[in-house]
């Protein structure tokens, strides 16, 4: 089976805008917002409807943060993480899904590394975005 995750880096004032997981084989980890493509979905309006239900905030894509690929023995799964602009923060969510909704500074996040669901994809989505390691939108063709 093969499985899209798609999400996006939110940052504000410095810090990173996560997610606890509320899912039983994640529960309680933080995570960059991020969820499944869905069949007849495109990659951007994916990114969009997992932030608003993650965390019921509206953004823009700004850029390609990272991608990622693993293979299991009988999945395999794909993620494009964004760069994101902040337009509304609201925040909003369904306490089924997501536990809570934090900002943490890069620092924060650091000392958090056994609490995070995927350390060294957040770390690294993070270090990019610092960097300006981003991967301009042209690239993205929308077939």
């Known amino acids: 089976m093969t499985n899209i995750v798609i999400g996006g880096l939110i940052e504000k004032d410095d810090k990173f805008l996560l997610v606890q997981e509320a899912k039983e ?19 951007i309006d994916c990114l969009k409807r ?12 700004t850029g390609i943060l990272e991608i990622g690929n693993k293979v299991l023995e009988n999945d395999i799964f794909l993620s494009i993480i964004f760069g994101t602009k902040l337009i509304d923060e609201k925040l909003d ?5 997501i536990l809570d909704v934090k900002w943490f500074s890069y620092d924060e996040i650091i000392k958090m590394k056994n609490k995070l669901r995927s350390p060294e994809l ?14 301009n939108l042209d690239v993205l063709n929308i077939l």
Do not use: F, H
Not at 25 to 43: F, L
Not at 50 to 61: A, F, H, M, N, S
């Open 50 to 61: 997992e932030i608003k239900e993650e965390t019921g905030c509206d953004i823009l894509q």
């Open 93 to 97: 969510y369904n306490l089924n899904e």
């Open 122 to 135: 957040i770390l690294k989505c993070i270090e990019n975005y610092k960097t300006g390691k981003i991967v």
């Open 25 to 43: 084989n994640c529960k309680g980890k933080w995570n960059i917002p991020a969820g499944r493509m869905e069949v007849n979905e495109s990659v």
